[in-house]
């Protein structure tokens, strides 16, 4: 309800002069700064933690999801020259193949997906076609229980499964693999040869969708889903999702520079850190050694038992906030009632810190009228901001494509092999 200082109650002018004092010797020594946030979908915010690094000589904004879909995005990265996630248009697919993906269910934006793939499974005299829905997994899903055809497979089993559907579409397309991986698979090659007809019969048309953190197999999941024609159609990635942009190895490096004390402040908001992480005796003493710890949190977490500071930020229906899901589309969210307690918006506390009283409100404006206005064809900015608030969002064109054409070469060898007799499966309970 109010922030800490080494646990105990504090307020924020007292804060704030510590905070300040200490950032300026961390700047004058060159010190190391990490900025670390779970996925963060407000342009505004992102905007702000880069210019709080830019006075460092080495500050870095590392972004960590606790589930995380970071070999998707790394994949991308080696098959199309650019970091992202695709936005996934589950009411364009007429077929869809999953492999552990609980899209009804967990998995990235399930109440979006929900939406777009039940538009198909309704039939209706205007669209009396369903699409066909085939699910891999190896517990029953929400989207599993949904599915045409279930098939029982362990995720360790994914990959072969992936693998051996990859190299029957190739020589479907015509085009077989130099490579031809593996010959026997868990699943019948019958079955996969009539769900490689029904793909290749809804070419651009169709969707292949896994959930395994191996970036050999997300490889190969894009190299499918370029054969199908489905890039452009199916998978956006000219509005790419900005969801679950955690990058899995920037947290390894941090944990290493962290064991090696190479850390002079670190910033925490949105996840809980320590309680995340495995190894947390380890952690909580690397921690000890960074001179400057400061934790967002609004609860009492595991990882606000450990900063020098806690600086609670806004409950979401305390403050102003955006938000940018999808690229090109740009929401607004407007506080419904006052602070309860003492805390304040995480842009606030960023911008005190540079030397400004800004609050959130006003530095909303101020990016949206430099960064956003200018994507428009509004000539007011007073008239713009009137309607995005009216509205709640702005739909604006996205900027100019960065990715590439699909990298062949990107493709890589993937283990034939299941790692044993047992195999554990972490998910995630839609509670």
Known sequence: ?????????S????????????????????????????????PTLKAEID?????????????????????????????????LLPHYRFDEARVIIA?????????????EFTAAWRTRRVPSEDSPEMSYHVQFEGRMSLTGSNADRRYRLAPDEFGIVIGRLHVLLAQRAGSPLKNAGPADSPIPDADLVKLVDQLWAARGRSLVLCDSQDVGVQVLVNS?????????????VNRPSRQRQGNDKDVLTLLEELQAGKISAMFVA??????????????????????????????????GSHPHFVCPDHHPLESWMDAEPVKGIISLSQPLLNPLSQTRSILESLAKWQGRNDSAYDMLRAHWEKTILPRTKAASFQAFWDQAV??????????????????????EPVSTKSLGEMCLSLYSKVG
């Open 99 to 111: 492999f552990g993906v609980d899209f009804l269910g967990t998995w990235i934006s399930p109440v």
């Open 1 to 9: 309800k109010h922030p800490l200082k080494s646990g105990e109650k």
């Open 224 to 236: 499918i889903n370029h054969l199908l024609d489905n890039y452009g159609k199916t998978l956006d």
């Open 270 to 303: 949105g996840t809980d850190l320590t309680h995340n992480l495995p190894d947390r005796e380890s952690l909580a003493k690397a921690l000890a050694s960074v001179k400057l710890v400061v934790s967002f949190s609004e609860r009492d977490d595991d990882i």
């Open 390 to 411: 009216h509205d709640g969002f702005v739909k604006v064109p996205p900027s100019p494509k960065a990715s590439r054409e699909f990298q062949s070469d990107a493709l």
């Open 11 to 42: 307020n924020w002018n007292e804060v704030d002069q510590v905070i300040v004092k200490q950032l300026k010797e961390i700047e004058a020594s060159k010190g190391s700064v990490r900025f670390i946030t779970s996925t963060v979908t407000s």
């Open 51 to 83: 210019e709080f690094l830019k006075r460092f000589s080495d500050g870095k904004h590392i972004t960590w999801d606790a589930v995380s879909c970071s070999a998707i995005l790394d994949a991308h990265e080696k098959t199309h020259g650019e970091r």
